[in-house]
């Protein structure tokens, strides 16, 4: 097996921020630094290390929904002191990575799973899968704001356009909206309503392709249901493979 193939399914990341380890030097093998990203290993017979910790391939593939609370990085490494996701869940998520990111501010549902290549399918523009977030904001949107946030903006250089967006309701000052992406650019949601002029005060994302968040408890990480993982394989990989 490739190295950095060892590493994504190991150590929780994408075969990218396996390379990246790789360049860091934060990976040896059998105490030694390995010459390249493609290194061949023989699992169970090499000793593959990140920052000093084994690594050993999960005995099976693990698939899970998280409600990730505001005020944790979706990542590895602490930014400024900031906790992460995986400090909060421990043991709970060893070996697993994110599908996507949410923000700092941000919350809901994220997946993670130990399963590099169901997770790079799912990400890949071609699936499209649909992300649909529950936005407070202040003030509450008119109809022509409503109109703007369709309209859709620019974000990381790329013009973005939502799927949908639907005014649900209000509650004390704040319009409450739903927006439906199927892209997944850094603070999209976030661009749109400061484009509108719109003020966000709490982001909550409800569904990701077809698994939705429902009444999951905040902080919460459950087993997806094999029903699940398979809407999450045709979703994306039955998708990518039609297209081509």
Known sequence: MRLNL????????????????IREGRVTVNG??????GAPVTPGRDQVALDGALLRLPASERYAAYHKPPGLLVSRRSQGG?????????????GMMP?????????????????GALAEALLHPRSALIRSYRVWVRPVPD???VRLLREGAVVEGVPVRPAAVLLEGAE?????VRFDLAEGKKREVRVLAKRAGLEVERL????????????????????LTGREIEALRRAALGRETRDG
Request: net charge positive; proline share 8%; hydrophobic share 35%.
């Open 82 to 94: 900031k906790p992460t996701i995986f400090d909060r869940l421990g043991a709970e998520a060893r």
């Open 6 to 21: 060892f590493l994504a399914r190991a150590g929780g990341g994408s075969r990218r921020e396996a390379d990246q380890w």
């Open 143 to 145: 109809p022509a704001i």
């Open 99 to 115: 599908v996507g990111r949410l923000d700092y501010d941000s919350e809901g549902l994220l997946l993670l799973t130990t399963d």
């Open 172 to 176: 004390r000052g704040r319009g409450i």
């Open 32 to 37: 030694l630094p390995p010459h390249g990203m």
């Open 204 to 223: 909550l994302r409800t569904r990701f392709g077809p698994i939705r968040l429902g009444v999951q408890r905040r902080g919460s990480l459950r087993p």
